[in-house]
């Protein structure tokens, strides 16, 4: 005779391991994006080139699209996470990410030699 109270317990269970799964989805994508420096725009503009081949994380939101550069890529114009400042950044065309004007984005952003910002990749946040 089977006990009545395993049935109660399978049921508990499965909610439990439904959202134990689900929190460690979620803190593995944070963790994607963690452990970088955010983006300076004030160390940025003071001296971009000293910041040549280091990464960053930056927090923006696109204003709108400046050039589609073909062979490299798309320009675009983002405002900084605190809406104050506002800088290009090249969203390379293997990328294949498609950015919307106006919507929050976390861009993993590399400063190439010349001292031009570079995503490296895009979330939504």
């Known amino acids: 005779m089977k006990s009545k109270y395993v049935p109660i317990l399978v049921a508990l269970a499965i909610p439990l391991a439904a959202v134990a799964v689900a929190l460690s989805l979620v803190y593995a994508k944070k963790r994607t994006v963690s452990g970088l420096e955010d983006f300076s725009y004030a160390a940025y503009i003071g001296a971009p080139k000293n910041l040549a081949g280091n990464k960053y994380l930056l927090k923006c939101q696109p204003d709108r699209q400046l050039a589609d550069l073909e062979s490299r890529g798309r320009l675009v114009s983002v405002r900084t996470a605190d809406g104050m400042s506002k800088l290009a950044v090249l969203v390379p065309s293997d990328l294949d990410v498609n950015i919307s004007a ?6 993993v952003v590399k400063i190439d030699s010349a001292g031009r910002v570079i995503a490296e990749s895009v979330e939504k946040y």
């Open 102 to 107: 106006n919507r929050r984005y976390a861009m």
